[in-house]
């Protein structure tokens, strides 16, 4: 008999892939630490976007994958880069003409715009903590400013500035000239205007622990590596952190690709021992501009979750991680009902089969069974024709529909019907373009009305599926899609929409009768 384990050896699920790789890194001894250590980065330079959480959320898809194989303890660290100067002001946060005081700044010494946490890097970090606890990961957070003030990156600093002309060197070859010239690993903070400062560093005193530079007044100054008075450039700081903490596993963007033999070189210069990478490919927005923070373009988290539940965005953040996937709001529905299919196939399967089931991942293996006994995309077309103003409008159909069903007994259902009206009307409504149909569309609706007028059998999908699948080849439509989508644009107003059959049975054979006579007198096309 198969056991989970050597089932999840032999998987292609990409998440057990990834932490094979990890475990082989372990195979003749333990870490010394006690732990595998999988970390995620995170810039707070601006509000987190869905991005940040969908590198937690395959992350986490691969630590889970690793308890399965191992029985090292885990564990997973993120980690903020809270003392990066504040570079350019970010386009969608509130008091911009005060941010641009602060420029050049740590980021947890800019006020917090929006005067709610002792810093705008707080907010950030807090923003963050919030996002990724209402998907109730397991994490311990580091910010980069406590790790670097508290002393726990001295030792790695001292290291770096004597071994400095190595990092150096690592460095220099893979900067411009002109950037050479004035490039150092180390930034000070100047104890004046405390900003992190770009500036030549005069001389490194590897015994001391020291470097001197010109401050921004023109005075020579030095100062301790040690203590949150100087950082590393955000470069050198990837591979020192990966020393310091002895980092088994992190992934990032393909923007960060070119960087990696930089990132691995400093690691090992500072005795560290590079750790697995996963590259994935980047989110775009509508445009397909790749998602930026400044800009806060693309979907944010808070958005998704208007709109749909916390599972269907991780079902979408599994999906094929090294392709770059459009982000918008035109995606959810589809991902709602993908990962409820995944949910309805997972108990007949084998453990094989379980284990590239997304759902797995998304639940490690405590999966739950699905109640949405109607897809999303049904209930869109729901709200559309029933005018629903809220959730409870849609339930008198779903009843008749699925009698069993009810709020209470089905909750993920009642949640979906309340996400399914706010994006009919956010979304859909705006854009419904109904036409009037052509003269052979109309025959052939005039037809399904009939038949459904003489109807005298159960409301069932199937029958009433396969009913206006034969109205379709009986009025030669070829292809019989150009049938559907004719139902679609005419009765809904929209290009694409559900099984027709299953549509009927929901809304009601009479209900769905008067909707064609209406359609075919015109009325939804003036509306």
Sequence with gaps: MTTLRDAAMQSKAWPFEEARRVLKRYEKKDPDKGYVLFETGYGPSGLPHIGTFGEVARTTMIRRAFQIISDIPTRLFCFSDDMDGMRKVPENVPNQDMLKQHLQEPLTTVPDPFGEYDSFGGHNNAMLRRFLDTFGFEYEFISATEFYKSGQFDDTLLLAAERYDA???????????????????????????????????????????????????????????????????????????????????????????????????????????????????????????????????????????????????????????????????????????????????????????????????????????????VPFQMLLNLASVAGAKDKDGLWGFIRRYAPEASPKTHPGLDQAAGFAVRYFTDFVAPTRTFRAPTEVERRAMEDLAGRLAAWDQLADPEALQSMVFAIGKDHGFEPLRDWFAALYQVLLGADQGPRFGGFIALYGIDETRALIEKALAGELAEA
């Design 167 to 373: 990092i150096m060197e690592v460095m220099l070859a893979s900067l411009r000239e002109e950037r050479q010239q004035t490039y150092s690993c180390f930034l000070p903070i100047s104890p004046k205007t405390g900003k992190v400062l770009y500036v030549p560093i005069k001389h490194v005193d590897a015994k001391n622990g020291t470097i001197t530079f010109d401050d921004e007044d023109g005075v020579e100054t030095t100062l301790p590596v040690t203590g949150g008075q100087v950082k590393l450039q955000w470069k050198p700081d990837f591979g020192a952190r990966w020393a310091a903490l002895d980092v088994d596993f992190e992934m990032y963007g393909k923007d960060h690709s070119t960087n990696t033999p930089i990132y691995d070189g400093i690691c090992r210069i500072l005795g560290g021992r590079a750790p697995e990478h996963f590259t994935y490919e980047l989110f775009l927005d509508q445009h397909g501009q790749k998602i930026s923070k400044s800009k806060g373009n693309g979907l944010s988290i808070d958005e998704w979750l208007t709109y749909a539940a916390t599972e269907s965005l991780s079902y979408f953040m599994y999906q094929k991680p090294k392709t770059a996937k459009r982000m918008y709001f035109d995606v959810i529905p589809k991902a709602v009902d993908e990962y409820h299919q995944q949910l309805r196939a997972y108990p007949d399967q084998t453990v094989d089969q379980q284990l590239a089931n997304p759902v797995w991942h998304i639940h490690g293996g405590e999966v739950p069974a699905s109640d949405m006994v």
